[in-house]
Structures are given as C-alpha cells and as structure tokens.
C-alpha cells in the first residue's frame, strides 16, 4: 500500500458508506458523526424516501372506495403525493449534497496526508468550519425557508402541468392524477379554441403591459419636469393632489371608475353628453374598453412616477442646466439632453418590473371589466382579459387545473426571459452608471 | 458578537426544523378513523362515534346566527360538542378541495348546489345516510339540486328562486303575462324612469323564458350532456321574447351598462317599476324604504316561466374523523324545526313539504309569491359541466343585444364552443 493512494482510498471509502474515509484518515470523531448520520437517515427516513418517491412517480394507484355511502378506502391522494414527493427529493437534494462535502473532505484530507501535513484533530476540525464556514451556516435557515415557502410552491405548480389533473375525470381522491408528459402544452396549442383564445389574449396582455407600462412612466415624468420648473406656483400644493390617486385604496377606486364608466348612467357619458359630445361606449365597444382600462391605470399609476422622478430631479446639479443656459440650450435640448438620460438610468429597471406587474395585473382587469366586453370568438375569455384573468377564469369556474397551470408556466418563461434580457442590459444594474 | 449568533443560529435552526418537522408528517399510512366504518357497513345504524367533535361551517350573518342556535341544541341533545364557523357557501366546496385531505375542513358545511358538483365527483363528499326519508318529505327539486348521478348527498335546508318585484307606488297589480309585463313596463319608461330592465349578460334569469318556451340547458332533466337545447327552436323564442325588452323598453342600452347593481339602485330610488330578483333582495328593498310586491314570474303564452332553484344544503366531508356524528348533526340541522326556525331568523323557503302548510309561511305574502314560483322552478344543473354553459351564453347574448346579430346563429356558436369545451374536459 504506497503513501500516495490516500486521498482516493479515503473518498472511495466514504462513498461506499459516510464516514469511512474519515476514519482511514483516522479523524475517529469527525468521522463518526458523518457515520451517525448516514445511520440516522438510513433508519428513520428509508421508509419516506421511498413511499415519497413512488408517490410523486406513480401518483398513487388505488382509488379512494366507498360502501354504502362511507369511505372504506381513502385510497391516495395523487396530488398530495406530489407535494410530498417533492418534499422528499428536496431533502434528497439536501441529503447528496451533505454526502458530497464528506466525499470531499476525505479525499482532501486524504491530500495532506500523502503531502505529510499535520492532520486536524476534531477540536481544530470544529475551529475551522466555524471560521471558515460562518457565512455558510448563518443563511442555512433562511435557504431552507426559502426553499419550503418559493421554491417548492412553484416547482409543484409547474409539475402539475405536466399531469391531468382536472375535472371532472381527475379529481382525486375519487380518480387518480397521471403524468401526461407535455400533453397539456401540446393541447394548448394544437386544439382551435385554446389556441385562437390564446394568441388574441397574449397579443392584448403584450400592447397592455406595454402601454399601461409606457403611459404611466412619461405621465409621471412629464408632471415631475412640469412642476420642477421656476416658473410654477403652488408647486406644493399640485404635488399634494396628484399623489392623492396613490392614496386611495386602489380596490375601491377602480371600482368606482367601474360604475363612472357605465354607458348609460355613469357620469363620465353624462359630462359629455352636457358638452355636446354623443356617449361612448366606455365598456360596451372593445376598443374603448381597452382605452379606459389604460386610461384608469394611467390615474392610479402615475403618482407614483411622479414622486420617483421628482426625487431624481433634485440629484441633478444645477450647473449643468446653468452651463447648458449659457451654451444657449432651450429648455427642450436641456431636457433630451440632460434630464432625460439621467433619470431613465434610475427608472429603466423598475420600468421592467413595472412591466412584469402589469403583465400579471389580474386584480385590475377583474376588477375594472371582469374581461369585459366578452368576444363570441373566444374559449372563456373577453376582449380585455390578459393571460393571468384567463387562467383564472378557467381554473375558477372550470376546474382546468393542469392548462391553466401550463399557461402559467408558459407565462412565466415570457416574464422570465424579458426581464433576464432587459436588466443584463441596464446600467444601473452593472454596478456602475458609465 | 459570533458567540451571540450562534445562539441565535441554533434556535433558529430549531425552529425551521420544527416548523418544517410538522409540515411532514404526513406519513404514508395516514390513519382517517374510517376504520370502523368497515365493521358498521354491514349493519347500517347510525351511532355516533365515542369522543366525536364537530366542526361546521355556516354562511355568515343571520345563517350564522342560526347556525349557532341550532349547533347549540344539538350538543344538548347527543352531548357532541360543535365548533361554528363562517365559511361562505359558494367558498366551502372549493376549499373542501384542498383543505378536506389535509385535515383541516369542516365535518357538516353548507354550499349552494351548483357549486357542489365538482366536490361530488372528485369524493370529497359522503352520501346522505337516510335517502329515502328524504325523498319522502321534502320537495322534488331540493332533492334533485342535491343529487348527482342518482345519489341523494345533500341535507336540503332552504331553496330560492326569483320572482316578480314590483314597486306598489307606480303599479297597482302584477302583470299575468310577458306581452303585458312589457307593455305596462314601456309605458312607464320616462326620461329617467324605467319599466323593466333585466340583464343581458345573466342567463341564469333568462332561463325562466326558455324553459317556458320549451328549451333546456341539458337533456334528461339536466343529466344528459350530450344534448343541449340552448340552441332549439324553444331557447330562439325565449330570446327573441327577451330581446323585446331592448326593442320596446330600453333601446340603445348596452349589455355592460345594464348591471345588476344598476337595476337594484334604480329599483331602491324608486325609478324602475319591475325588477326579477331573487329573495336575497327583500332586505335591501325594505331598508330602501321601497314600497314593493312580490308575484309569481309572468306567463308566456300561457306557460308558467320555469325560473332556476337554487337549494342550499348541508354536506358531510367524506374526510371526517366521525361519518355518523356528522351525519347526524347534518340530519339534525334540516329538521322540521330546525328549519322553521332558519325561516324565521333568516327568511330562507325551507324545501319540506310539510312545512309549505305552516302558517308562520303563509302570513307572509312575499314567501307566498316565492313558493308559488318555487313549484315551477327547475332545478339548476349540479352536473361539473354546468360552469362551462354561462360564458358562452352570456357571450351570444351579448352579441344579439349589442351587435343585432342573429339569434339562431348565436345560439348555435355558444353552443358550439360548450360542446367543445365539454369534450375537451373529458381530456
């Protein structure tokens, strides 16, 4: 046996059983606690890992049973044997990682032995992972919490657009839930309804998310340049009530406008109608609906820019405007050329998270024309529903739980993409402005 | 200053795994206590289990009120404590879904019974133990509202339809007939006084027309979803008749500016002579201080308007720790005179027959009205398919308000996209 096989003898050792490696590295203490909790996972949680495993693959196979209208089987549950599932392969997840690092460790010690170095006795194996690993061990709690609360609730509901749980075949605990692969998204946009349904409501979920994004934005700007100006008075009090619409609770406003807008008795129509104008169709014709739902959004969303732009303004130092004046710049080249480009560096990433808001803004739609004026060419959907209205539609009075939950997905990957490819490219978040 | 973190980190530690410990316990051979349920199959007596305790859910003010009273009685007389809580009934079936499983719902909960289909058939809920006691004293129609597939599952405990309001200041007497409804309504409309307005966008007050006309929403008193007959010659006539309320009362009025807050402020303000609602809106009319009737549904040609019957009843969840306690409980509740008493404290029809004689009902001449319409009601579809007919519907009808288009056409698109809708859930 050479001096120089350590390393590798120790990490075969510790990958034939958790420990082993450390103890041929004759580190016994070390090497007993990796050992113990291999033991202790082995003896406690075999029996989950596997029923969890087969869960989340076979999604149960006995449905729930009945006699003389009392339950004799519950039979499982596919869906909870799901979440249960996952829960297992992330501790699974965990579980390998912590094996890994034993692996490691004895192949590493295993290193310095062949070198010669001093090996570490347990007390000094201790000092160093407290020194070494701090960081480590101070954001384990809230990994772990992360990962129970964000990401194991998305990883479940994308999985089960990758089953057909649905009613009112697939129910559990009546029916059992099965793995259909990629059918839901190859049903979403092969069969006629679905698929005209969704290229309309994706169109008008991009120009909504768009324009309500863009209108708000230059809306705010323009009424922060405005009231930045010497030249306007009461500067105080303007700002005062234009912040009001962010004040109010946007719920009870939004359903105010709702009723304003009504054709025949709201009073937007009657305000028009005394000035000579005939009435609109504010909620009845598809294109004024979509108008004043930006219309309504541009209310409720511009205090907010404005406060943010004005904010900005006063970061910008006066003597580029006085050297601007003495250039000879008229107060629109002073803008295009000096307010503009600064502010947008503070404003570009919140407009895409504004963007990706929007893009999901289901309270408002529902709230503002519940997907309202409906289109008889639709599946389940009106001319002013976004994807998120649809979904929700759907799953709601529909029990479509596995397409929804694909379009969800497919939701998710647009808003995912175009924020990814919209802030690599930002300044501001580059760490440096130039 | 780390020897501080490290106590903090170790507690901290403790605690995630402690919350995460409880999160899991949901081993595999979870024990659902139905155990006993096997040995009691054969002898069909219902007893109640050693140490049962109840929880039931109840809609909120005066139901829940009543729900309280009656909960009370109850563990007087089985000495079976009962939880009460507000759950609202079109909310209970979607959470039975997933709060049945993990444990947490309700043993006995109150829904509407178009909302319970979906429940029903993924078996989140038990069977009525006493099905043909049942059928015996209460009316038809509650009993088929909570019946699926032949099985009775539900306790009835009050039915609603709608019916005629009219305001006693510009009326003096309910019209018999549609042709006259309309009639007397234009002539009341004024510049802001209106005679009749009833929504474009909700079948469910349309379908009183269509059924008089001889259209249905399914076949097969309402099972067969194969057939649909929204789109038969009988379903065209009840909206052209429909239709006669733009054409002759309210032209130029668009679907979205007709709603059903729009028709009940109008009716409160005394500026609309009739108004089709349901007995929910009593209230509301009364405090308004409305001087307002109730009749039974105008005829069509002759043909009593088969309006929509809501029934709300009690349901046992299939996951409860105790089937025959819960079983009782929900008996106990839809008692003669438990529902004579959710009469008086919340006003809602009770479906027994024996009680339609009871003259505490009788005195009220608005109850009267409600219950003559309620035998000629049908009751709405429970079948999981019945969600997917109002989209479409409203959508046609929307487009031969709005638009002037074709009413056959119309009708044949909706039903087209149902039809599609049904066979692709069949998935």
């Not at chain 1, 309804?193 to 169109?203: A, D, H, K, L, N």
């Not at chain 1, 919140?350 to 990706?356: D, E, G, I, K, N």
């Not at chain 2, 289990?49 to 005066?62: H, I, M, N």
């Not at chain 2, 046992?316 to 009782?328: F, G, I, M, Q, R």
Request: hydrophobic share 45%; with cysteine.
């Amino acid at each position: 046996m050479s001096e120089k096989k350590h390393s590798k003898i120790a990490a075969v050792l510790s990958v034939i059983f958790m420990g082993l490696g450390q103890i041929y590295n004759k580190q016994y203490i070390k090497g007993g606690l990796w050992a113990a909790f291999e033991l202790i996972v082995l003896v406690f949680f075999t029996k989950t890992v596997i029923h969890g495993l087969w869960g989340i693959i076979t999604l149960g196979d006995t449905p729930q049973v009945r006699q003389r209208g009392r339950v004799v089987d519950p039979g499982d549950h596919s869906i909870l044997l799901m979440a249960e599932g996952l829960l297992v392969i992330i501790a699974l997840v965990f579980i390998f990682t912590i094996y890994y690092l034993s692996v490691r460790d004895a192949f590493l010690v295993g290193k310095l032995r062949e070198q010669g170095a001093k090996i570490n006795n347990i007390k000094q194996s201790m000092k160093s992972i407290w020194d070494n690993g701090f960081p480590y061990i101070l954001i384990t709690p809230t990994a772990i919490c992360m990962i129970l609360l964000t990401v194991f609730p998305l990883v479940y509901t994308a999985l089960i657009a990758f089953t057909n749980y649905s009613s009112p075949n697939y129910l559990p605990p009546k029916a059992l839930v099965d793995w259909v692969g990629l059918d839901q998204f190859v049903r979403l946009f092969s069969m006629d309804s679905w698929r005209g349904t969704f290229v309309g409501v994706f169109s008008w979920t991009v120009v909504w998310a768009v324009l309500s994004t863009v209108l708000v934005v230059f809306a705010g700007l323009f009424v922060a340049v405005v009231l930045s100006q010497k030249v306007v008075k009461f500067t105080k009090f303007w700002r005062n009530i234009y912040i009001i619409p962010w004040a109010v609770p946007g719920f009870v406003s939004i359903l105010i406008f709702r009723n304003m807008y009504n054709g025949e008795f709201g009073v937007i129509n009657k305000m028009l109608n005394s000035v000579g104008i005939p009435s609109v169709g504010w909620l009845s014709d598809p294109m004024w609906a979509k108008a004043a739902i930006l219309l309504t959004n541009l209310w409720l969303g511009f205090p907010f820019w404005m406060a943010l732009f004005t904010a900005v303004l006063t970061t910008i130092s006066k003597e580029l405007y006085e050297a601007a004046e003495v250039d000879g710049a008229t107060i629109i080249q002073q803008f295009k050329h000096i307010t503009f480009p600064i502010v947008m560096v503070a404003a570009v990433p919140l407009m895409v998270f504004t963007f990706a808001f929007n893009f999901n803004q289901l309270t408002f739609i529902y709230l503002m024309t519940e997907g309202n004026p409906v289109n008889a060419d639709y599946t389940y959907a009106g001319h002013t529903d976004i994807l998120l209205s649809w979904i929700f539609k759907m799953t709601l009075n529909n029990g479509q739980y596995a397409i929804s939950s694909a379009v969800a997905v497919v939701v998710f990957l647009i808003i995912a993409l175009f924020a990814y490819f919209n802030l690599r490219n930002t300044k501001a978040l580059k760490g440096d402005a130039h | 200053m780390k020897k501080l973190l490290s106590i903090f980190l170790v507690l901290g530690i403790v605690f995630t795994l402690v919350a995460c410990g409880s999160q899991d316990e949901t081993e595999g051979n979870t024990d659902t206590g139905n155990n006993d349920a096997e040995d009691t199959a054969t002898d069909f007596e219902v007893v109640p289990e050693e140490g049962a305790e109840l929880t039931l859910w109840s809609d909120g003010d005066q139901q829940l009120e009543w729900a309280t009273e009656v909960a009370a009685k109850f563990t007087e007389e089985y000495g079976i404590p009962v939880t009460v809580e507000e759950v609202t009934q079109e909310e209970a079936p979607e959470r039975l879904a997933t709060d049945g499983p993990s444990g947490l719902a309700a043993d006995v909960f109150g829904s509407t019974h178009d909302r319970i289909g979906r429940a029903i058939s993924a078996g989140l809920v038990l069977e009525n133990f006493w099905p043909e006691e049942y059928q015996e004293e209460f009316m038809e129609g509650a009993i088929q509202a909570t019946s699926f597939e032949d099985v009775l599952y539900g306790y009835p405990a009050g039915i609603e339809t709608y019916a005629l309001y009219y305001n006693a200041d510009l009326v003096k007497e309910a019209p018999q007939t549609w042709d006259e409804l309309i009639n007397v309504a234009s002539e009341l409309t004024g510049d802001d006084t209106y005679g009749f307005m009833m929504e474009p966008a909700n079948f469910y007050f349309q379908y009183g027309l269509v059924g008089a006309n001889g259209g249905y929403v399914f076949g097969d008193n309402n099972t067969d979803v194969t057939d649909i007959g929204l789109n038969n010659e009988g379903s065209v006539k009840a909206l052209e008749q429909f239709l006669r309320i733009r054409d002759e009362i309210i032209p130029g009025m668009k679907t979205e500016d007709i709603t059903y807050d729009v028709r009940t402020a109008l009716f409160n303000e005394g500026k609309l002579a009739f108004d089709i609602n349901g007995p929910w809106a009593a209230p509301g009319y009364t405090s308004a201080g409305v001087n307002y009737k109730v009749a039974p549904l105008p005829t069509v040609d002759g043909t009593p308007q088969s309006s929509f019957s809501g029934t709300r009843g009690f349901y046992v969840n299939a996951y409860t720790e105790y089937p025959d306690a819960a079983s009782l409980l929900a008996q106990f509740i839809t008692n003669e005179e438990n529902l004579l008493r959710s009469y008086e404290v919340t006003g809602a029809l009770p479906p027994r027959t024996e009680l339609l004689e009871n003259e505490t009902i009788k005195e009220n001449p608005v109850s009267v009205a409600f219950l003559e319409q309620a035998t000629n009601a049908v009751p709405m579809p429970n079948v999981p398919e019945m969600p997917l007919i109002w989209d479409p519907i409203h959508a046609a009808v929307t487009d031969m308000w709005n638009n002037k288009a074709d009413v056959q056409k119309s009708l044949d698109n909706a039903v087209e996209t149902i039809k599609t809708a049904i066979s692709e859930q069949q998935q």
